[in-house]
Protein backbone atom coordinates (compact mmCIF):
# COMPACT_ATOMS: atom_id res chain seq x y z
CA UNK A 1 0.00 0.00 0.00
CA UNK A 2 2.90 2.54 0.64
CA UNK A 3 4.49 2.07 -2.45
CA UNK A 4 1.39 2.26 -4.31
CA UNK A 5 0.55 5.04 -2.72
CA UNK A 6 4.24 6.86 -2.38
CA UNK A 7 4.66 6.12 -6.44
CA UNK A 8 1.12 7.31 -7.63
CA UNK A 9 1.28 10.78 -5.58
CA UNK A 10 5.08 11.31 -6.14
CA UNK A 11 4.29 10.52 -10.49
CA UNK A 12 0.91 13.08 -10.36
CA UNK A 13 2.39 15.65 -8.32
CA UNK A 14 6.20 15.76 -10.34
CA UNK A 15 3.88 15.50 -14.00
CA UNK A 16 2.05 18.08 -12.81
CA UNK A 17 5.11 20.35 -12.10
CA UNK A 18 7.01 19.06 -14.88
CA UNK A 19 3.86 20.32 -17.30
CA UNK A 20 3.45 23.46 -15.77
CA UNK A 21 7.37 24.03 -16.07
CA UNK A 22 7.09 23.16 -19.64
CA UNK A 23 3.88 25.09 -20.81
CA UNK A 24 5.79 27.96 -19.03
CA UNK A 25 8.43 27.61 -21.77
CA UNK A 26 5.93 27.34 -24.39
CA UNK A 27 6.14 22.70 -24.65
CA UNK A 28 3.12 21.40 -24.79
CA UNK A 29 2.04 18.38 -22.41
CA UNK A 30 2.40 15.89 -25.29
CA UNK A 31 5.90 16.97 -26.52
CA UNK A 32 6.87 16.75 -23.02
CA UNK A 33 6.07 12.98 -22.97
CA UNK A 34 7.75 12.79 -25.55
CA UNK A 35 11.02 13.90 -24.73
CA UNK A 36 10.53 11.59 -21.76
CA UNK A 37 10.35 8.69 -24.45
CA UNK A 38 12.93 9.96 -26.10
CA UNK A 39 15.25 8.86 -23.42
CA UNK A 40 14.34 5.39 -24.31
CA UNK A 41 13.94 5.77 -28.11
CA UNK A 42 15.70 8.72 -29.12
CA UNK A 43 14.80 11.58 -31.43
CA UNK A 44 12.53 10.16 -33.53
CA UNK A 45 10.49 9.48 -31.37
CA UNK A 46 8.90 13.08 -32.09
CA UNK A 47 7.55 11.72 -35.10
CA UNK A 48 5.51 9.04 -33.78
CA UNK A 49 2.67 11.41 -31.95
CA UNK A 50 0.26 9.78 -28.95
CA UNK A 51 1.88 6.31 -28.97
CA UNK A 52 5.51 8.10 -28.02
CA UNK A 53 3.69 10.42 -25.40
CA UNK A 54 1.76 7.25 -23.74
CA UNK A 55 5.27 5.56 -23.31
CA UNK A 56 6.54 8.52 -22.36
CA UNK A 57 3.80 8.77 -19.59
CA UNK A 58 4.67 4.86 -18.50
CA UNK A 59 7.99 5.45 -18.49
CA UNK A 60 7.38 9.04 -16.12
CA UNK A 61 5.48 6.36 -13.44
CA UNK A 62 7.54 3.38 -13.84
CA UNK A 63 10.73 5.85 -12.65
CA UNK A 64 8.44 7.42 -10.30
CA UNK A 65 7.44 3.89 -8.52
CA UNK A 66 10.86 3.00 -8.97
CA UNK A 67 12.34 5.67 -7.04
CA UNK A 68 9.93 5.43 -4.55
CA UNK A 69 10.70 1.83 -3.93
CA UNK A 70 13.90 2.82 -3.13
CA UNK A 71 12.86 4.80 -0.36
CA UNK A 72 10.20 3.01 1.08
CA UNK A 73 12.75 -0.20 1.11
CA UNK A 74 15.05 1.68 2.91
CA UNK A 75 12.86 3.37 5.32
CA UNK A 76 12.64 0.15 6.99
CA UNK A 77 16.41 -0.17 7.36
CA UNK A 78 16.71 3.13 8.30
CA UNK A 79 14.26 4.75 10.86
CA UNK A 80 15.80 8.29 10.60
CA UNK A 81 13.70 8.58 7.01
CA UNK A 82 10.54 7.80 8.82
CA UNK A 83 11.30 10.01 12.02
CA UNK A 84 12.79 13.22 9.94
CA UNK A 85 9.93 12.71 6.71
CA UNK A 86 10.85 16.43 5.47
CA UNK A 87 14.78 16.68 5.68
CA UNK A 88 14.67 13.33 4.89
CA UNK A 89 12.67 14.03 1.86
CA UNK A 90 13.85 16.97 0.11
CA UNK A 91 17.60 15.56 0.20
CA UNK A 92 16.07 12.35 -1.21
CA UNK A 93 14.79 14.39 -4.08
CA UNK A 94 17.97 16.18 -4.62
CA UNK A 95 19.53 12.73 -4.49
CA UNK A 96 17.29 11.67 -6.98
CA UNK A 97 17.74 14.21 -9.93
CA UNK A 98 21.77 14.37 -9.23
CA UNK A 99 21.42 10.60 -9.81
CA UNK A 100 19.31 11.28 -13.38
CA UNK A 101 21.37 13.87 -14.44
CA UNK A 102 24.52 13.19 -14.02
CA UNK A 103 24.09 9.19 -14.53
CA UNK A 104 21.32 8.24 -15.89
CA UNK A 105 20.34 10.69 -18.88
CA UNK A 106 23.96 10.59 -19.84
CA UNK A 107 23.24 7.17 -20.81
CA UNK A 108 19.96 7.33 -22.21
CA UNK A 109 19.52 8.57 -25.64
CA UNK A 110 18.13 11.95 -24.74
CA UNK A 111 20.95 14.79 -26.10
CA UNK A 112 20.33 18.05 -24.20
CA UNK A 113 22.89 20.63 -23.51
CA UNK A 114 23.20 21.54 -19.64
CA UNK A 115 21.23 24.58 -18.72
CA UNK A 116 21.83 26.07 -15.33
CA UNK A 117 17.91 27.47 -15.38
CA UNK A 118 16.40 23.67 -16.25
CA UNK A 119 19.11 21.91 -13.61
CA UNK A 120 17.59 24.49 -10.82
CA UNK A 121 13.88 24.26 -11.35
CA UNK A 122 14.49 20.45 -11.89
CA UNK A 123 16.56 20.62 -8.78
CA UNK A 124 13.39 22.32 -6.63
CA UNK A 125 11.00 19.72 -8.07
CA UNK A 126 12.50 16.95 -7.36
CA UNK A 127 12.96 17.41 -3.83
CA UNK A 128 9.58 19.18 -3.63
CA UNK A 129 7.46 16.62 -5.60
CA UNK A 130 9.36 13.45 -5.87
CA UNK A 131 11.18 13.14 -2.93
CA UNK A 132 8.99 14.74 -0.19
CA UNK A 133 5.61 13.54 -1.58
CA UNK A 134 7.28 9.79 -1.18
CA UNK A 135 9.03 10.55 2.52
CA UNK A 136 5.58 11.91 3.68
CA UNK A 137 3.76 8.95 2.60
CA UNK A 138 6.07 6.32 3.42
CA UNK A 139 5.75 8.42 6.95
CA UNK A 140 1.94 8.43 7.30
CA UNK A 141 1.83 4.89 6.24
CA UNK A 142 4.92 3.81 9.04
CA UNK A 143 3.02 5.56 11.62
CA UNK A 144 -0.39 4.19 11.35
CA UNK A 145 0.53 0.38 10.12
CA UNK A 146 2.34 0.26 13.64
Known sequence: TTLLWAGAICGVIDLMAAMLF????????????QTIASALIGPKVFEQGGQAAALGFALHFIIAFSVAAIYVGASRYLPPLNEYPIPSGLL???????????????????????????????????????????????????????
Do not use: D, N
Not at 22 to 33: F, M, Y
Not at 98 to 125: C, D, H
Open 22 to 33: SLARGISPTRLL
Open 92 to 146: YGVGVHLVMTFIILPLTALKRPFSTLFFLVQLAIHAFCVGLPIALVTHYFSAHTQ
